[in-house]
């Protein structure tokens, strides 16, 4: 829609009429010789433009002055405003692969068993479809930890990436505080104001170079919450044991929760809680396009100087043209 970005400049709208009406016209003093037959003189001389031709040329004038004043005044078209949404959290999950995420006990809602890291695999990507307003990460662990994935909204790579881990790419063991600390410096450069961290784990940490806890501590520095999932068979011992302690004291430390899915479909619950807790936050950035359409009552101004002056100016040509007529005729004879 048209807008004007400087319209107090139609304040001088009036200007021209309050000049004519008040400042007293130019007169020419010139010297003149006075005759007996001055008014013969006169009728044969050609008459000054009547008074309604005088009348059309102001109102033309103070037509341009006005297109003129509209140029000055800015005229903009407005486009339909465009909205942008930015997210303000970044979320990264972080993922065990370790060989025990091989073991085939996890009971999916059909009754069927599956292994842990297939069940979590479904669960994870359908927990990223239902947020596509968050940057997410993500980390996966075993012996070691590492970034998959920076924090990003394309998640169809996300999902793809996930897809690709198997167990056992990370070694046989559990690194949970280091999976932390991958996290740290994954998120070191962001600027968003909510991070969190979710960590899936069937196991206890036996790998870290950093413990749990002190990564834990260190995360809070950083503001950044972690939410621990335990998966598996909490009643297991020896290298499949699952420390549930040290991941509730993680989620403690950090202000998160802590989870335990000993099933799909107990999973699944676990997520929607965490979609739930973490609600979608963007932050929503306008803004409107401004075409600057000063161009046209300036060209509309200018084409009626043109056509105004061209028209008096082939009247005048014309009427000289008949004047000079009769005296080129009487000369031929």
Known sequence: MPHLEAPWWLLLAPLPWLIRRWLPPYRASQASVRVPFTRT??????????????????????????????AVCRPVVLAPPI????????????????????????????????????????????????????????????????????PSQDHRVITRLLAEVETGMAGPKTAIGDAIGVTLRLLAASTATDKVLIVLTDGSDNASQLAPEQAAAVAVGHNLTVHTIAVGDP????????????????ARITGGQFFLATDQRNLTKVYQTLDAITPHQVQTLSFQPRHDVFWWPLALALGLLLAVNGLALTQEWWHHRRANRPQEHRDVH
């Open 41 to 70: 003189i006169a009728a044969t001389v050609s008459q000054p433009a009547a008074a309604p031709e005088r009348a059309n040329a102001h109102r033309l004038y103070w037509l341009v002055w006005l297109l003129l004043l509209l």
């Open 83 to 150: 909205e942008i949404h930015r997210p303000v959290r970044d979320l990264v999950l972080a993922i065990d692969i370790s060989e025990s995420m091989a073991t085939p006990d996890y009971e999916l809602a059909d009754g069927r068993r599956t292994d842990r890291l297939s069940a979590v695999k479904t669960v994870v990507e359908r927990f990223i479809a239902q947020r596509p307003n968050d940057r997410i990460g993500l980390v996966v662990f075993g012996s070691a930890a590492f970034p998959q994935a920076p």
């Open 235 to 250: 009643a297991a011992t020896g290298q499949a044991e699952l420390e549930l302690s040290v991941l509730r004291q993680i």
